[in-house]
């Protein structure tokens, strides 16, 4: 049962480097979206992307982050040069069209998330 | 105004009673309505979701949709322990992706 698979699990990095998260999609997914949870505080959107494109940015911070999904493999969201404040749970989830909401049968799928520490 | 609102909790309800969860919204042109759980440290996992006014029953879930009031509900019947988690409105306000509420902490007493 190929879920929505997220790696690393947990992920340390020190401040001023990089940090890479990956998410490869529910198999027949082609729709990805990035979250971020800060703890006790709910999910924040971050991007929105299909293969080869980011259709939606618009919570995606201007500066550091970046986010591709590429024709081939995982969609990969990079922070460069971590600071503590970046500390969260980021969760990708997948759906099969870009209707999501359309009936039953497309709603988000989420990973287990990708737990980055800051130190 | 946050676009979703919910109470942080915790609600504590008693092992069987029924639990009552709400949620505001601001954006009168909102669609659907979903409602997630989420085990502490875990994703979270759909349980309901809602496009017409009226009532929607799945087991012991219920959820509730008045658009004129802005508000989305969700009751669960027979509350159990395993049912301690946080609770997690969402909605489609338009953009391509759901807006989250903060979610409210719900707790079963045994």
């Known amino acids: 049962n190929a879920g929505v698979m997220q790696n690393p699990r947990h992920l340390v990095r020190r401040r001023g480097q990089e940090a890479r998260l990956r998410c490869s999609p529910m198999?027949?997914?082609?729709?990805v979206y990035w979250y971020r949870q800060l703890p006790e505080e709910g999910l924040k959107f971050m991007v929105y992307?299909?293969?080869?494109?980011?259709?939606?940015e618009s919570g995606m911070p201007k500066e550091r982050f970046s986010a591709e999904f590429p024709k081939e493999g995982p969609s990969i969201l990079r922070i460069q040069q971590v600071v503590r404040g970046d500390s969260a749970a980021y969760f990708c989830?997948?759906?099969?069209?870009?209707?999501?909401?359309?009936?039953?049968?497309?709603?988000?799928?989420f990973g287990n998330g990708t737990r980055l520490t800051v130190t | 105004q946050k676009e979703v609102e919910q109470n942080s909790g915790p609600l504590s309800v008693p092992e069987g009673a029924i639990a009552s969860l709400n949620c505001t919204y601001s954006d009168r042109g909102s669609q659907s309505f979903f409602w997630y759980r989420q085990y502490s440290g875990k994703s979270p996992e759909l349980i309901m979701f809602i496009y017409s006014n009226g009532d929607k029953e799945d087991g012991r879930f219920t959820a509730q949709l008045n658009k004129a009031s802005q508000y989305v509900s969700l009751l669960i019947r027979d509350s159990q322990p395993s049912d301690s988690a946080t609770y997690l409105c969402a909605l489609n306000t338009g953009r391509r992706a759901l807006t989250f509420g903060s979610g409210t902490r719900l707790q079963v007493q045994p």
């Open positions: 992307l299909q293969k080869e494109n980011i259709i939606d």
């Open positions: 198999k027949g997914h082609s729709h």
């Open positions: 989830a997948s759906s099969p069209g870009s209707n999501v909401f359309s009936g039953a049968d497309s709603p988000l799928h």
